[in-house]
């Protein structure tokens, strides 16, 4: 079993910056993949970024230089960075990693809003 807390979320203005962390507990040395979805109002679940124990990523076309996924594998902790936020970014953010099967974080609220 693994367990994700999430942390970081909140309400920013257009433009502005915003971390998001998880950290993993329980069995995370089966841990291979973390990463990040977000789900809007009334829209489907989407990948936002996701990198491996190795520190592979991937990113969303629609975030890919405003965002930046990295991991501490010591502390177990994924973080995501995230510049220049737009509205469309407004989302209930959620980790996630994969052993054999894959945990969910409870999520996270990004409100960007003037």
């Known amino acids: 079993q693994v367990r994700l807390v999430e942390s970081g979320g909140g309400l920013v203005q257009p433009g502005g910056s915003l971390e998001l962390s998880c950290a993993a507990s329980g069995s995370v040395n089966s841990i291979s993949l973390m990463g990040w979805y977000r789900q809007a109002p009334g829209k489907q679940r989407e990948s936002v970024a996701t990198i491996t124990k190795g520190g592979s990523t991937t990113y969303a076309d629609s975030v890919k230089g405003r965002f930046t996924i990295s991991r501490d594998n010591a502390k177990n902790t994924v973080y995501l960075q995230m510049n220049s936020l737009k509205p469309e970014d407004t989302a209930v953010y959620y980790c996630?990693?994969?052993?054999?099967?894959?945990?969910w974080g409870q999520g996270t609220q990004v409100t960007v809003s003037s």
């Open positions: 996630f990693a994969n052993t054999y099967k894959s945990y």
